[in-house]
């Protein structure tokens, strides 16, 4: 169908029917990357959550597998994340296998009808056959509702160092911390949140890891939480704060809150089309990295965006790394190297002298909807630098760096249908830069339906969506400085049937 051709993403994971918000249980095991998420498949529009589920060997090719967990009599099946229980701690193991635990929030929507504001508690499942088919522990809730309104999104991680599970939960606008031997039994350990950070919303989704810090021998522990509302471009987004732990209690690095009280830069994705995201259990990258994908949308306007048949895709698949400039640490995001083995026929130009508005390349040559683009700008200058993808249609995607403002952009008001929702493109969303480097760097992904643009080495990550009249048809590049050198650009196609 039309939308099958114009919106059906070319590598970004989309359900095949039916509504996705979102990741939900990811975990690494025997070669497969497994992704849950919040999956209504009997509409789309969000309704009664389950878990669907897709597996990949790449993270970036993904194959829909059945539904993996139903809403019952507890409530719907809300987010939450999945461990492989390498040294059976459950004793949920039988004949040698290796349980696979997911623990999710049971919403109670009865509760929520009957007018009860306290409608949410933490539920187990395990899976014997690497994580098809779940059977809910009869035990169920493991942690009760001490009576606070949102209480939810566990995510498990294990703590090596200590040996134990240690789980970090959403509630009202704090992170709570939990630890347990066994996924059964949790103890409260801490709580995080309070006087830091933006609360703006409702905290949702934490992650909590440690990272190593590039170049040095240190590790830093990194908690991610989403917040929705209270985005730097308004809607949902993901918020990060960098600190040390002890087994217990997450102590805020001292530079990281004093940098982050001056200037609140700290968003894991400053386009308004990442939330909820999380990283993969049971693996780690070969520079300690941890794998990450979100969801790409925003509840301002997930509900409407102009597709039928599904709604939302996942962020391409990212690497996520630390590192330490003269003020503090920052997290930094890359796609997954494996996108890499997808490069098919490139185009490179060096040292263009750019007066003017100029075409950078045509779909004659590459395709704009399964693409990879690296630029380097060696000297930037106090001028606006715009790219722009356009087609015959006239629909425009306008995004780039303003040197004056030290900020960055991405305008979406001219880039194909936005009027279904008057929160898609009433302004543009912006970012301010935080590498002070002469050299600014880009990696641009494009999809049918997305651009996700990492700056400087993945410092400053904007993510946004778009629904267009017609494919792009051409990339080109202005300035208002009266001539600038494009120092390289290089444009990949991505082999994707
Ligand atoms: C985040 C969220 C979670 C919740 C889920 C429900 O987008 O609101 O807090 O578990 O969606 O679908």
Redesign the pocket.
């Known amino acids: 169908t039309d939308e099958e051709d114009m919106y059906r993403p070319n590598f970004h994971f989309t359900p095949n029917k039916g509504w996705m ?2 990741p939900n249980g990811m975990f690494f095991y025997n070669g497969y990357y497994h992704l849950y998420f ?1 999956h209504y498949p009997y509409g789309n529009k ?1 309704g009664p ?1 389950h878990w669907g589920h897709a597996t990949s060997t790449d993270m970036i090719t993904w194959k829909e597998q059945p539904i993996a967990l139903y809403p019952d009599e507890l409530g719907y099946i ?2 939450g994340s999945a461990v492989v229980d390498l040294e059976n701690t459950t004793g949920f193991s039988t004949d040698g296998k290796i349980p696979v635990v997911a623990m999710f ?1 049971y919403h109670d929507m009865e509760a929520e009808k009957a007018g009860k504001i306290i409608d949410e508690t933490q539920a187990i499942a395990y899976s014997l056959d690497e994580g098809i088919t779940y059977t809910k522990f009869e035990g169920n809730p493991v942690v009760e509702n001490p009576n606070i309104p949102d209480f ?2 566990p995510k498990v991680n294990w703590d090596a160092d200590r040996k134990q599970w240690t789980m970090v939960l ?1 509630a009202g606008q704090e992170i709570m911390f939990y630890g347990s031997k066994d996924l059964k039994e949790w103890n409260l350990l801490s709580k995080f949140g309070e006087g830091v950070g933006n609360h703006d919303g409702v905290w ?2 934490p992650d909590f890891f440690p990272l190593p810090v590039k170049g040095t021998e240190d590790t830093k522990w990194v908690l991610l939480v ?1 917040i ?1 509302p209270g985005g730097p471009n308004s809607g ?1 987004a993901t918020q990060y704060f960098i600190g040390d732990f002890d087994g217990k209690t997450f102590q805020i690095d001292e530079s990281f809150q004093k940098e982050q009280a001056k200037e609140h830069t700290f968003w894991v994705d400053h386009g308004r089309d990442n ?2 995201g999380v990283t993969w259990s049971n693996v780690t990258t070969a520079e300690g990295g941890k794998l990450f994908i979100g ?1 790409m949308s925003n ?1 301002l306007y997930a509900n409407d965006v102009p597709t039928e048949k599904w709604r939302s895709a996942t962020t391409i698949a990212r690497e996520l790394g630390l590192i330490k400039d003269d003020n503090t640490y920052r997290l930094v995001s890359s796609p997954v190297k494996e996108l890499n083995d997808y490069r098919g026929k490139k185009v490179v130009d060096k040292n263009i002298s750019i007066a003017g508005e100029t075409v950078l390349t045509t779909t004659e040559i590459i395709s704009l909807s399964k693409t990879e683009i690296n630029f380097i700008l060696s000297d930037v200058a106090n001028g606006k630098y715009t790219f722009t993808l356009s087609n015959s249609q006239g629909d425009k995607l306008k995004f780039g760096y303003d040197g004056t403002l030290n900020k960055f952009f991405v305008d979406r008001k001219e880039a194909g249908r936005i009027n279904f929702s008057e929160k898609f493109s009433d302004k543009m969303a912006t970012a301010i830069r935080t590498s002070d480097a002469t050299e600014l760097t880009g990696k641009i992904i494009l999809d049918k339906t997305s651009i996700e643009i990492f700056y400087d080495q993945g410092q400053t990550v904007m993510t946004e969506i778009f629904f267009l009249n017609a494919p792009f048809n051409a990339l080109s590049i202005k300035s208002d400085l009266e001539s600038f050198t494009l120092n390289t650009i290089e444009i990949n196609q991505l082999n994707f049937n």
Request: hydrophobic residues 35%; charged residues 20%; proline residues 0%.
């Open positions: 918000n979102d919040q969000w959550m809300f987010s929030t939810r999104d959403a949702e989704c989403s929705n949902s939330y909820a969801w509840w």
